[in-house]
T-cell receptor, first 115, second 109 residues
């Protein structure tokens, strides 16, 4: 099992450009999450999904859109990148276990710089 | 508002010097408190889940405990390979998770 994978690993954008980050998991997990991590601020939830075809807003959703057309994939889009979106982005997934809140499994991260 | 605060921000220990990391939280109805380890340039790696006050979990030199307002990660006789950032998270409503800003641990040989 590859676990959670993220594509690309690094990316540099100019202000106003768009891009899509791809997260894939091969563990048949129901829940998927996108976080950003900035120095001194921990992980902040951008958007999440509780199953195929569903998405919901997290703490910091502005400037981002997501889609989950297939259960194993969760895409994060930036329509018009801004320097404030320079960050490390992590994807995570977790299973739906009846009666138990399961831990999240994280990908290796995407380091995004917006100039 | 659901919130997680970790202290200290950074901790420097000598090898073998035991200490504790703190995670205090405010959440409406705790459904799980999670500890993760994060190495530089990598994603967080799961360590423990605690569900109710009084619960304890152990793994090698690490022991996590939980009260109604905070959790502690005790590190006994740490080794240099324990150096990492330790993150605490709680599950809030609607499948959202809230993370603290982490404690960066540096263990000197």
């Amino acid at each position: 099992n590859a676990g959670v994978t993220q594509t690309p690993k690094f990316r540099v954008l100019k202000t106003g450009q768009s891009m899509t980050l791809l997260c894939a998991q091969d563990m048949n997990h129901e829940y998927m999450y996108w976080y950003r991590q900035d120095p001194g601020m921990g992980l902040r939830l951008i958007h999440y999904s509780v199953g195929e075809g569903t998405t919901a807003k997290g703490e910091v959703p502005d400037g981002y859109n997501v889609s989950r057309l297939k259960k194993q994939n969760f895409l994060l889009g930036l329509e018009s990148a801004a320097p404030s979106q320079t960050s490390v982005y992590f994807c995570a997934s977790r299973p739906d276990l009846a009666g138990v809140v399961s831990e999240q499994f994280f990908g290796p991260g995407t380091r995004l710089t917006v100039l | 508002e659901d919130q997680v605060t970790q202290s200290p921000e950074a901790l420097r220990l000598q090898e073998g010097e035991s200490s504790s990391l703190n995670c205090s939280y405010t959440v409406s109805g705790l459904r799980g408190l999670f500890w993760y380890r994060q190495d530089p340039g990598k994603g967080p790696e799961f360590l423990f889940t605690l569900y109710s006050a009084g619960e304890e979990k152990e793994k090698e030199r690490l022991k996590a405990t939980l009260t109604k307002k905070e959790s502690f990660l005790h590190i006994t006789a740490p080794k240099p390979e324990d150096s990492a950032t330790y993150l605490c998270a709680v599950k809030g409503n609607f499948n959202k998770f809230y993370f603290g800003s982490g404690t960066k641990l540096n263990v000197k040989p």
